[in-house]
């Protein structure tokens, strides 16, 4: 990115300004009559730098050399306000019931980007539940109450379904409502060990 | 003279002035008009909140009925301003709610209000009317209960874009069965569902509802239910647009759209599915103002839809319009005044829409009442940019933000300086402009030399020198607001054209070269601005004095040093950083200069109000000449 280095001579008053010495006097108090040296020319790079840079080397020739940092990462740049961002992302929240529990808690589905995912999320949510991993058979036995919980959800049509049958968009596309089902319940539900049934985790 | 007219009938002629610069205009003539000036203005407006104090404001103008206010900068919106910055609006209804019990309106935009405040003026103002909380964050749903069961004669509740903690959706619930006084509902920002059966009763007892805007949470098959009970309306933001495919869905929201023969503007669209839009075509040919920058339709709807439009005169869009479809927006809509198009995919690596400076420059030929644009796009030539200035010479507000940073001409690769030169030097009205792409000190020399009625502009990773701001400061004789991101710009400029920071609202400096030392120096000197320096790495004489500041606020005020400052903020004060638990607050003589660029020519002496503030003993001595600081 090369640019022209054809600046034209400051004016008279703004040399005035230009003293190395800090002062506030205005524009036009009598100049010393060398060219100021504009600080060096900043790329992109440099400024985000400067941004950046969490000490101060002395160096009178300013910028801090720091590694420039990945392109992609500008705090609030391209200007999109946090309102129209949030606005923007749709999210898929679903509400998630869990036998025996008082109240109900929402996923959003958006947030995940697999199976796997989600139900650790739930994990963490229902803390002191294990779930039952389904998808790949992982039966996480463990801790307090010792229960086991079937993944269940309603999808569009209004029927119960095991997760983890089909591909995990399709998933998020049809799920309506998740339901942790007490596993002594989900009878004939048990999980099987097909995998030519190919159902992806992505 | 002035003595001949008794203060009523002074008063009476007063009332007829509802523009706040008459109205400053008027109070400085002499002491006898400044005072019952200030007993009758009704309205004020606090372009940014800490200006001035609550006292100052209500020991001036006792008899206040609307307050509108703005609190956090502009580039608080890019979450360029930690959280906890500030921008509370609490001191300032504890004193109203003592001062103004007859107050009616509140305006805010992007302030902190909690639910405590909002329950302060549901309890304190008996006639309250109107509220508006643009883009402000704080509160809950809880404090909007308060509002709706309390404020009986309630005509605007808008919190347009505003982040509200969403408990519930109950708090609509709370609106009394008797309360039919609501004009104007824009809830769009909240997520939770609200009881629909109360919204439905509520829309159908409020004859005289003009306005209003739904949130996502309301399904489209529901949309006819409240069309029909408010067939009246002017403006309506759908819910999300999007429903199962059924003809009798699609037949009642078509017959719904027919009856509201008013509509004059329409927004919403979320999850907007092509299907659903014929049912609105019927109230197309009355729409003035579209708002679709939400719904991710393509271009072939789009066109379908906007081409009805023939009277429109807002459009709001996302990208996916493409040039193809501004070409037809240009075709059909010659009416348009204002233009923005959004981006669908800002932080993808590589366009996804087939949107160039071509769109832009279609609508600029096409649409001869453009004169607001605000355009994302992914390139940008000087040919064009020359284009729309010479097609559009009364444009008032352009901003173009071109998504890579620092972008050349992409025909020429060079800067683009000529491009906005163009722009300022044909666009002589021009009051706001957004700059960006790869930006020499050039183009700051055209803009310097060229816009004259600039108020407002925005910069970011352009420039070369301390010249480019040197001519944005020496030149642009009427900018109020300058706001710069990542620029090489640093003390020279700054410290040279101190005085023209007392002439503006404010100046935003972050990632630029401005040094811990000049900022010091710049608020020992102004001693009625406020220079705050905005650090997250701790305070700034931690850092040598050559050290540049991480983010510089600089405002002008009559209210001192502000109370509320978090840890990251430092106002400079003399030789010393001060924060917020600083050295209480010393005696300050303020003193504002006489304005030789706003001298009016009414009188040629000062008139003066002494007023001793509690505690800070500011004497405020108002000059003739000097503009509104409110502004």
Redesign the interface.
Same mark, same amino acid.
């Given at each position: 990115?090369? *640019?022209?280095n054809d600046? %034209?001579p +400051?004016e008279p008053e $703004?040399l005035g300004?230009?003293k190395t010495d800090? /002062?506030?006097?205005?524009?036009g108090g009598g100049g010393g009559p060398e060219a +100021?040296k +504009? +600080?060096?020319? *900043?790329?992109?790079s440099d /400024?985000?730098d400067?941004?950046l840079g969490?000490?101060?080397h002395?160096d009178?020739d300013?910028a801090v050399t720091q590694p420039p940092p990945p392109k992609?990462q500008?705090?609030?740049?391209? %200007?999109? *306000?946090? $309102? *129209?961002k949030k606005?923007?992302k749709?999210g898929k929240y679903v509400k998630v019931a869990v036998d025996g529990a008082p109240y109900l808690r929402k996923v959003d589905l958006q947030l995940y980007t697999s199976y796997q995912e989600l139900l650790a999320a739930l994990e963490a949510m229902f803390s002191c539940l294990t779930i039952c991993n389904v998808v790949n058979e992982r039966k996480i036995m463990d801790n307090i109450n010792g229960k086991e919980y079937m993944p269940t959800y309603e999808d569009k049509d209004g029927d119960w379904m095991l997760v983890g049958d089909v591909p995990w968009k399709m998933f998020v596309e049809s799920c309506k409502r998740l339901r942790l089902m007490k596993s002594s319940e989900a009878v004939g539900l048990a999980p099987k060990t097909t995998s030519s049934k190919g159902s992806s985790t992505k | 003279m002035a003595y001949s007219f008794p203060e009523e009938v002074l008063e009476h002629v007063f009332s007829f002035l509802s523009s706040d610069r008459d109205r400053n205009a008027v109070s400085l003539v002499c002491k006898s008009w400044y005072e019952i000036e200030r007993w009758c203005r009704r309205r004020i407006f606090i372009g940014n909140c800490y200006a001035v104090s609550p006292d100052i404001v209500i020991r001036r103008f006792p008899e206040v009925r609307a307050l509108e206010m703005k609190g956090k900068p502009h580039f608080a919106d890019f979450n360029l301003v930690p959280e906890g910055w500030g921008g509370y609006v609490h001191p300032w209804i504890r004193a109203m709610s003592a001062a103004y019990p007859l107050l009616e309106e509140i305006k805010l935009k992007r302030m902190v209000v909690t639910d405590e405040s909002l329950e302060l003026i549901a309890r304190s103002f008996k006639n309250f009317k109107v509220l508006v909380l643009s883009s402000c964050e704080g509160f809950t749903t809880d404090g909007l209960a308060s509002i709706a069961a309390n404020c009986r004669n309630l005509r605007e509740l808008d919190l347009r874009e505003s982040e509200v903690e969403d408990l519930s959706g109950h708090w609509l619930s709370h609106f009394p069965d008797n309360c039919t006084s609501l004009v104007s509902l824009n809830m769009s920002c909240l997520g939770s569902e609200v009881s629909f059966s109360a919204l439905e009763r509520l829309v159908a007892r409020c004859p005289n509802l003009r306005t209003l805007r739904l949130n996502r949470a309301v399904p489209l098959e529901k949309l006819p239910n409240l069309l029909h009970r408010a067939p009246q309306l002017v403006e309506l933001g759908t819910g999300a647009y999007s429903a199962e495919i059924r003809s009798d869905i699609f037949s009642n929201l078509t017959e719904a759209f027919s009856v509201c023969k008013q509509l004059k503007g329409l927004s919403g669209f979320w999850d907007a599915i092509p299907a659903f839009l014929p049912a609105m075509y019927s109230v197309c040919s009355g729409i003035t103002s579209l708002n679709l920058s939400y719904a991710t339709i393509q271009s072939p709807d789009l066109v379908k839809l906007v081409s009805q439009c023939r009277n429109l005169q807002r459009l709001w869009v996302l990208d996916y319009i493409e040039d193809t479809g501004l070409e037809a927006l240009a075709a059909s809509c010659k009416d348009l005044q204002e233009l923005r198009v959004f981006p669908s995919d800002p932080f993808g690596a590589e366009p996804n829409v087939a949107l160039t400076e071509q769109g832009l420059v279609s609508v600029s030929e096409g649409c001869p009442k453009l004169q607001s644009v605000l355009y994302f796009c992914r390139q940008m030539s000087n040919a064009a940019l020359v284009t729309i200035a010479r097609n559009r010479p009364e444009m008032i507000r352009f901003r173009l933000c071109i998504i890579e940073p620092q972008a050349p001409d992409y025909l020429t690769l060079e800067p683009l300086d000529t491009g906005f030169g163009a722009i300022v030097e044909n666009c002589k009205e021009l009051r706001r402009l957004s700059m960006s792409g790869l930006l020499t000190d050039k183009v700051f020399e055209y803009i310097g030399n060229h816009a004259k009625k600039l108020e407002m502009l925005s910069i970011a990773f352009a420039g070369d020198s301390d010249l480019g701001l040197h001519h944005v400061l020496s030149g642009c004789e009427s900018l109020r607001k300058l706001e710069i991101r990542d620029c090489p710009f640093g003390d020279k400029a700054l410290l040279a054209n101190a005085a023209k920071l007392e002439t503006m609202r404010s100046l935003w400096m972050s990632s630029c070269s401005v040094s811990f030392g000049a900022c010091k120096l710049l608020g020992q000197k102004m001693p009625r601005l406020n220079v705050e320096v905005i650090d997250e790495r701790g305070p700034p004489d931690s850092r040598p004095e050559s050290c540049p500041v991480e983010k510089l606020y600089v405002y002008r005020t009559v209210a001192g040093r502000r109370a509320d400052m978090p840890g990251f903020v430092w106002k400079m004060d003399g030789d010393k950083a001060l924060s917020a638990d600083g050295s209480g607050n010393k005696p300050r003589e303020v003193v504002e200069r006489l304005g030789s660029s706003y001298a009016i020519n009414f009188c040629t002496w000062l008139s003066y109000s002494l007023q001793s503030v509690p505690n800070t003993d500011a004497r405020i001595i108002t000059c003739m000449g000097q503009r509104n600081l409110f502004c």
């Amino acid at each position: 990115m090369s *640019r022209g280095n054809d600046a %034209p001579p +400051p004016e008279p008053e $703004y040399l005035g300004a230009l003293k190395t010495d800090l /002062t506030l006097a205005l524009p036009g108090g009598g100049g010393g009559p060398e060219a +100021p040296k +504009p +600080p060096a020319k *900043r790329g992109f790079s440099d /400024t985000a730098d400067l941004k950046l840079g969490s000490s101060c080397h002395e160096d009178e020739d300013s910028a801090v050399t720091q590694p420039p940092p990945p392109k992609a990462q500008v705090v609030g740049w391209p %200007p999109v *306000r946090s $309102y *129209r961002k949030k606005m923007m992302k749709s999210g898929k929240y679903v509400k998630v019931a869990v036998d025996g529990a008082p109240y109900l808690r929402k996923v959003d589905l958006q947030l995940y980007t697999s199976y796997q995912e989600l139900l650790a999320a739930l994990e963490a949510m229902f803390s002191c539940l294990t779930i039952c991993n389904v998808v790949n058979e992982r039966k996480i036995m463990d801790n307090i109450n010792g229960k086991e919980y079937m993944p269940t959800y309603e999808d569009k049509d209004g029927d119960w379904m095991l997760v983890g049958d089909v591909p995990w968009k399709m998933f998020v596309e049809s799920c309506k409502r998740l339901r942790l089902m007490k596993s002594s319940e989900a009878v004939g539900l048990a999980p099987k060990t097909t995998s030519s049934k190919g159902s992806s985790t992505k | 003279m002035a003595y001949s007219f008794p203060e009523e009938v002074l008063e009476h002629v007063f009332s007829f002035l509802s523009s706040d610069r008459d109205r400053n205009a008027v109070s400085l003539v002499c002491k006898s008009w400044y005072e019952i000036e200030r007993w009758c203005r009704r309205r004020i407006f606090i372009g940014n909140c800490y200006a001035v104090s609550p006292d100052i404001v209500i020991r001036r103008f006792p008899e206040v009925r609307a307050l509108e206010m703005k609190g956090k900068p502009h580039f608080a919106d890019f979450n360029l301003v930690p959280e906890g910055w500030g921008g509370y609006v609490h001191p300032w209804i504890r004193a109203m709610s003592a001062a103004y019990p007859l107050l009616e309106e509140i305006k805010l935009k992007r302030m902190v209000v909690t639910d405590e405040s909002l329950e302060l003026i549901a309890r304190s103002f008996k006639n309250f009317k109107v509220l508006v909380l643009s883009s402000c964050e704080g509160f809950t749903t809880d404090g909007l209960a308060s509002i709706a069961a309390n404020c009986r004669n309630l005509r605007e509740l808008d919190l347009r874009e505003s982040e509200v903690e969403d408990l519930s959706g109950h708090w609509l619930s709370h609106f009394p069965d008797n309360c039919t006084s609501l004009v104007s509902l824009n809830m769009s920002c909240l997520g939770s569902e609200v009881s629909f059966s109360a919204l439905e009763r509520l829309v159908a007892r409020c004859p005289n509802l003009r306005t209003l805007r739904l949130n996502r949470a309301v399904p489209l098959e529901k949309l006819p239910n409240l069309l029909h009970r408010a067939p009246q309306l002017v403006e309506l933001g759908t819910g999300a647009y999007s429903a199962e495919i059924r003809s009798d869905i699609f037949s009642n929201l078509t017959e719904a759209f027919s009856v509201c023969k008013q509509l004059k503007g329409l927004s919403g669209f979320w999850d907007a599915i092509p299907a659903f839009l014929p049912a609105m075509y019927s109230v197309c040919s009355g729409i003035t103002s579209l708002n679709l920058s939400y719904a991710t339709i393509q271009s072939p709807d789009l066109v379908k839809l906007v081409s009805q439009c023939r009277n429109l005169q807002r459009l709001w869009v996302l990208d996916y319009i493409e040039d193809t479809g501004l070409e037809a927006l240009a075709a059909s809509c010659k009416d348009l005044q204002e233009l923005r198009v959004f981006p669908s995919d800002p932080f993808g690596a590589e366009p996804n829409v087939a949107l160039t400076e071509q769109g832009l420059v279609s609508v600029s030929e096409g649409c001869p009442k453009l004169q607001s644009v605000l355009y994302f796009c992914r390139q940008m030539s000087n040919a064009a940019l020359v284009t729309i200035a010479r097609n559009r010479p009364e444009m008032i507000r352009f901003r173009l933000c071109i998504i890579e940073p620092q972008a050349p001409d992409y025909l020429t690769l060079e800067p683009l300086d000529t491009g906005f030169g163009a722009i300022v030097e044909n666009c002589k009205e021009l009051r706001r402009l957004s700059m960006s792409g790869l930006l020499t000190d050039k183009v700051f020399e055209y803009i310097g030399n060229h816009a004259k009625k600039l108020e407002m502009l925005s910069i970011a990773f352009a420039g070369d020198s301390d010249l480019g701001l040197h001519h944005v400061l020496s030149g642009c004789e009427s900018l109020r607001k300058l706001e710069i991101r990542d620029c090489p710009f640093g003390d020279k400029a700054l410290l040279a054209n101190a005085a023209k920071l007392e002439t503006m609202r404010s100046l935003w400096m972050s990632s630029c070269s401005v040094s811990f030392g000049a900022c010091k120096l710049l608020g020992q000197k102004m001693p009625r601005l406020n220079v705050e320096v905005i650090d997250e790495r701790g305070p700034p004489d931690s850092r040598p004095e050559s050290c540049p500041v991480e983010k510089l606020y600089v405002y002008r005020t009559v209210a001192g040093r502000r109370a509320d400052m978090p840890g990251f903020v430092w106002k400079m004060d003399g030789d010393k950083a001060l924060s917020a638990d600083g050295s209480g607050n010393k005696p300050r003589e303020v003193v504002e200069r006489l304005g030789s660029s706003y001298a009016i020519n009414f009188c040629t002496w000062l008139s003066y109000s002494l007023q001793s503030v509690p505690n800070t003993d500011a004497r405020i001595i108002t000059c003739m000449g000097q503009r509104n600081l409110f502004c």
